[in-house]
């Protein structure tokens, strides 16, 4: 039995300087701890339990909201650079001295900046439906997909939209997700503000801006584990393609008839592929 | 303990018509049977004993080889079509029903055209470092490849170049493999022949011409497993993506700093991705 879960895992506060990070732990107490860099607009409710608690079966499993949002404090910063900055500033806080990452989407982005800029932090780094900076068509999204990702307040009809397959089994798949992604009542952090969706727009546009960065991605020696949905119309699969074939120590998983939300979609199978990634010793 | 492995499965054979088939049995008794289907030159010792014990831990491994190679009698023909049609005729013979099957390279040539000739026989299908009829660069080796691929008999050095990593941790794998090749040493099969060399080779560059032929992999509907290293130079990478965004129901797994035989170089990490595959009942 877990201890702590992804439903009853209370919020807890770290103070470092002028900013005061929400977080919660959950899953093991004991092993390398993963950390989970959620989406555009997200805070820690955005997660599925059954990844979370599927993820913390053999490990500790920390959530946090950074800079300005949820219940964290603070003004959300409007590039992926200074987002990295404050993840490595709550890392370093919480005494954390190797963990995994797992960032997904913006949180993607934001993990492979925490890994070039501290190596010495990451033991082995999970990429879902991301992309490298300067990508390929992640300058713009269509006017579909934005009209969706802008909706306030967010409705189960935008994520159907853009994390599921339009497919019969994608739309039910996605039901079953928001479903689950209420389970937890008591305990919930805010939603993100307006202004934190715009700060972060601006972030992953300028991180979508065509350029030859890719060399940065050399820059990451650790196992790396790149994944994403057949047809991921946020971060265009092929992004993770490309990614893969830059990043030297990396393997690659596409799912599918998925999109985005790739991992809600199959989350038993996400759970199993990132954990034996994590666990191989071999 | 299995009863039969790798090493010590007895050579068994089978008649139809006027081919005489000789096939190993060798893993798990019960469950759905996987079938084995090998590279370019290939009799049923250029398996790696890591990858058919490793497979044949959850499930029967059969192993055998086609019209006119190895042990078997009959003509090896110049053509994918009638070596899936010689392989569907084996598999009736056996009076199997409903198998999993594996193709590496050529095989999985064959393995696509067995599937499209007769979905019924194939429950899951595992296509490893091989292309769609028609793919990318397919059609002809470069020179290098051509001279390494022809080589008679097949060294350890052609082994290395084809089908490892020239990285090197790949190199030592090619080398760990090639011993691993070669513990059988009691009851094992004739080489293939310069004729049977000739005809494969006829039949690899008729299936590699470039034509829009990739409807025909709509006609797959089964879950399928695409996998390869990541550099790949005898039938390229970019072909399991190709494979994997025409197939339906298809997952992709590619790997690290890895080439054509990127099952050889991984065996147990290539065992723990398809038997999770295989096994999966979600």
Known sequence: MLTNNHVN???QFIEVGEIRFAYR?????????????????ANMENWDPAVTDGLG????????SNTGIGASSGST???VLQMAKDAITFIDAMGLQLIDLLGFSLGGFIA????????????????????????EDMEKFTDEVTKAAINEPPLLEDFLLLFFSPSEKGQKAGKEFWNRRHLREAGIEP????????AQAKAIADWGIPANQFLQLKRI????????????????????????KHIENSKLILYPDSG????????LEFVEDVSAFLNKSF
Chains 1, 2 share one sequence.
């Open 191 to 198: 939603a993100t503000t307006i202004e934190v969706m715009g």
């Open 9 to 11: 895992a209370p919020t």
């Open 57 to 64: 079966r053999d490990r500790p499993v920390i959530l946090f």
């Open 260 to 267: 985005h939300g790739f991992l809600f979609q199959y989350p």
């Open 112 to 135: 492979q900046q925490v890994t070039i800029l501290r190596p010495d932090l990451i033991r082995r780094l999970v990429l879902a439906g991301t992309g490298p900076e300067g990508g």
């Open 25 to 41: 732990r959950l899953g093991k107490k004991t092993g390398t701890p993963i950390l989970l860099l959620g989406h555009f607009r």
């Open 221 to 244: 020696t650790q196992p790396v584990l790149i994944m994403n949905g057949n047809n991921d119309i946020m971060v265009p699969t092929k992004n993770s393609y490309l990614m893969f």
């Open 77 to 79: 910063p409007d590039n």
